[in-house]
């Protein structure tokens, strides 16, 4: 279909309630992707929902807790869709828990294993059931959300940079074992960029001095077309 390069597509969508993962799942939707939005608030996959429509485009919201007491539950995901859809092409997981910025020896078991939870076990559980739809589809696709923490250690961040290390390692070896396959994996770094969490770590940054959510969700977007070669690459966002 013109202009629509992702016309038939089903595309999953995690944090898809607000910020970078909302404006990514509007962006996916544009291009004629039917998007699966992931987030644990209702209201806010309903407002992602309306702008997607008020585009022309469509979606099924998941309310999901990804860290909660049934994160086991993802392993029936990619089933799921399957059997609803008939297909799975792309996997973006936007969703991140960035916890208190606390030095190491005060780190707290709740928030420990609530980011564990979303940028850890939430990867290796998505990578397990999403695998399979994943390689049979025609032009495969799976993005991961990291950041510059991993290379750049910095005092106070240590819980988020370790999980986020967790999850790249997870992910760079899983593209590597589908290097062979038509499946692109990569991840991408958006930078600074203007979302609940960068206010939560940054409260007396103004949000208008960055990017916006809106400005870096195209090149998110991009690693999710068919035409993408790159595999096991972090891709950063430049604006």
Same mark, same amino acid.
């Given at each position: 279909?013109?202009?629509?390069?992702?016309?038939?597509? %089903?595309? *999953? %969508?995690?944090?898809?309630?607000?910020?970078?993962?909302?404006?990514?799942?509007?962006?996916?939707?544009?291009?004629?992707?039917? /998007?699966?939005?992931?987030?644990?608030?209702?209201?806010?996959?309903?407002?992602?929902?309306?702008?997607?429509?008020?585009?022309?485009?469509? #979606?099924?919201?998941?309310?999901?807790?990804? #860290?909660?007491?049934?994160?086991?539950?993802?392993?029936?995901?990619?089933?799921?869709?399957?059997?609803?859809?008939?297909?799975?092409?792309?996997?973006?997981?936007?969703?991140?828990?960035?916890?208190?910025?606390?030095?190491?020896?005060?780190?707290?078991?709740?928030?420990?294993?609530?980011? %564990?939870? $979303?940028?850890?076990?939430?990867?290796?559980?998505?990578?397990?059931? /999403?695998?399979?739809? *994943?390689?049979?589809?025609?032009?495969?696709?799976?993005?991961?959300?990291?950041?510059?923490?991993?290379?750049?250690?910095?005092?106070?961040?240590?819980?988020?940079?370790?999980?986020?290390?967790?999850?790249?390692?997870?992910?760079?070896?899983?593209?590597?074992? $589908?290097?062979?396959?038509?499946?692109?994996?990569?991840?991408?770094?958006?930078?600074?960029?203007?979302?609940?969490?960068?206010?939560?770590?940054?409260?007396?940054?103004?949000?208008?001095?960055?990017?916006?959510?809106?400005?870096?969700?195209?090149?998110?977007?991009?690693?999710?077309?068919?035409?993408?070669?790159?595999?096991?690459?972090?891709?950063?966002?430049?604006?």
């Amino acid at each position: 279909m013109a202009g629509k390069p992702l016309a038939g597509q %089903v595309a *999953l %969508v995690t944090g898809a309630s607000r910020g970078l993962g909302a404006a990514l799942a509007l962006e996916l939707a544009r291009r004629g992707a039917h /998007c699966v939005l992931v987030a644990r608030t209702q209201g806010g996959l309903e407002e992602t929902d309306d702008a997607i429509r008020a585009e022309g485009g469509s #979606a099924t919201l998941l309310p999901f807790d990804l #860290a909660g007491k049934e994160a086991d539950k993802i392993d029936s995901f990619g089933p799921s869709l399957v059997e609803r859809f008939g297909r799975l092409d792309i996997l973006a997981h936007v969703a991140g828990a960035l916890g208190s910025l606390t030095p190491v020896a005060h780190i707290q078991p709740r928030d420990w294993t609530q980011l %564990v939870g $979303v940028n850890m076990n939430a990867t290796w559980r998505l990578i397990r059931t /999403c695998d399979p739809p *994943l390689r049979a589809a025609p032009a495969g696709r799976a993005v991961f959300v990291t950041t510059g923490r991993v290379q750049r250690p910095k005092p106070y961040w240590g819980p988020y940079g370790a999980t986020k290390a967790g999850m790249e390692h997870l992910v760079k070896t899983w593209a590597m074992e $589908v290097a062979e396959s038509r499946l692109r994996v990569n991840l991408f770094d958006p930078d600074v960029v203007a979302t609940k969490m960068r206010a939560q770590a940054m409260p007396g940054e103004d949000p208008a001095t960055i990017a916006q959510p809106a400005d870096v969700a195209p090149a998110l977007a991009d690693l999710c077309m068919p035409a993408e070669t790159r595999q096991g690459e972090t891709v950063l966002f430049r604006r």
